[in-house]
C-alpha cells in the first residue's frame, strides 16, 4: 500500500494538503513495467496516470512520413498521464519505457469517483494535474521549436552570420 510519506517525495504533489495525500495514497498501486514496454498508445482510452518514482518514459507522437518522434522524456518525480481528466477521455500521446521503470498508478476511474465525493480534493487534484499539463505543453512547444528550426535561424552570432553571407555571393 502506498504512504502519505511515499507520495510527500513528488515535489509536484506539494499542494496537496496531509489529508488529501492520504486520499490519494489509498488509491495508488505500485507498478513496475521493463524497458520497451509501451504504456500510452495515442488515441487508446485513458484510464489511468503515474507518478514516476524510477526510470525514464518517452512521450511519443507519431508524425506521418517520419515515425514516431520524441516529444518529450520523463523521469524520477514526473506525473504521466493527465488525458483521463478531459474528454474524450483518450490519450493525446504516446509513451514508452525507455529503461525499466517504477511508478505509482491511479485509476481514473477511482480519482474521479474522489473527486465528485470531495469536490475540495477533486479542486486540488485537478489544479495540480492542469499545473503539469502547462509544464508539458511548454516543454512540448520548446521540442517541437527545436525539430522543425530552420538551420539559417539558429546563427545568432556574428562569425555565423558572417560565414553564411560569404557563400551567398
Sequence with gaps: MITVDELSEFARLASLSPAELAVLAASGREVSYPAGHRLIAEGQPAQQCWLIRRGRIVLDSPVPGRGDIVVQTLGSGDLLGW????????????????EA????EFDAAALTELAEVDPKFGYALTLMLFEALLDRLQATRARLLDLYQNPAESCVDYACRIGAGRGAR
Excluded at 83 to 98: E, K, N
Aim: no cysteine; proline share 10%.
Design 83 to 98: 488525458s483521463w481528466l478531459v474528454p474524450p477521455y483518450r490519450w493525446h500521446f504516446g509513451a514508452v519505457a525507455a
Design 101 to 104: 521503470v517504477e511508478a505509482i
